[in-house]
């Protein structure tokens, strides 16, 4: 699902272009500026590169670690429809994960490289997946909020200028609309039941509505490279353009929920035609992104297993491939 | 950490339905072919997007040099009369 303006989280994304011919950056620019597509084997900047694999591999990352808070109910979802939805969902971002792998190896990193990043802590992902699923209502509230965020961020990457990026996005668009139906369902299951399912509803818009609103990135003023990006068509809306279309979607959906968002200071503004909200709590996203939320080091730890307890697979199927592969040369 | 050596790379073409051409998808990395067509169903047709697939080695991939492209492709820019509406019939002419 989820970038997270992560993409201005580098230092090194600018300007190394020196020893590149002028002329060279600037056909890539005026392609750009055309609407045209870069694709894999095109000349491209070394910093539109490493931008690029930054921004892929860590929306990739979010994806393969996002599986884990909803993975949690699985065995536990109320229902056998609720069960097989969820797997479905989680299944699709696993999948999700690996289009965008896919599309960062066009630019020549390895998958290895990108899995050692992520184990080591050196690659970041999103921040929201580093909060607990405590109840039911959280796989609610994550598919609602959480997939919704993802959308609202993922729309305009579909026209990223780097292709493989692009086509990776539509495709991963055209499924996460029925994560977030199924999510809104579920809120909306949990909202006309019993006073216990609404208040399980409730504490989990109260909980999971700072996180999602964290989900667009920091703030326009401290984000460095949103101008650099939008230069070169990788982002088409600032952070906080996109949180504002959020707010200004979901609030009507939360009030059809009849669920209150957790926020004093939310108003509707004539004037502007938009949801005026309260202070975000920088101070937390950095915290968590940082490593310090509550469960970052559980999610890393249940992903470095995975490899681990892995490798023995990986390891005989390649040698069985390659067994067989030398008897097919022998019978020849 | 396990040493390990990586799976290849599988590039992935589906066919959505018979009478449309294999399109290329995407990626998979897998032991061998057949488990590139099992990873490369479960990754790109969850939804029935296709009936059929073909998976190629990446290495196996031959492909033309973007930079070389003007002079590949020039032989080609230059024949407009290759096109119909190079020619031109007047109005009152039906059916051609
Ligand atoms: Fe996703
Ligand atoms: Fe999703």
Redesign the interface.
Known sequence: MYTQGLDSLGKDCLGDSAAESAALEARFQAKIDAEEKI?P???MPEAYRRTLIRQISQHAHSEVIGMLPEGNWITRAPTLRRKAVLI?KV??EG?HG??LY??A?TLGI???QMM?QL?SGAAKYSSIFNYPTLTWADVGAIGWLVDGAAIMNQIPLCRCSYG?YA??MV?ICR?ESFHQRQGFEIMLTLARGTPEQKRMAQDALDRWWWPALMMFGPPDAQSKHTAQSMRWKIKRFTNDELRQKFVDVTVPQAEYLGLKIPDPELRWDEETQHYRFGPIDWGEFERVLAGHGPCNRERLEARRRA??EG?WV??A??A??GK??QRGVQAA | ??S????P?FEVFVRPRAGLEHKH?????A??AR?AIEHAR??YT??QEGVSIWVVPSAQIV?S???EADALFDPAQDKVYRHPTFYAIPDEVKNL
Do not use: C, F
């Open positions: 694709e084997k095109d000349w479905a299944q699709d999948g690996m289009y896919s599309a190896e390895s998958r290895d050692q184990l493989p086509r990776a495709r499924e490899w681990e490798a990986r390891e199927a390649i069985h491939a067989r592969g | 950490m396990t390990n050596v990586e799976w790379l998808v995407g990626s998979v990395h032991a061998d488990m479960d990754v969850r939804r492909a040099d973007p930079e």
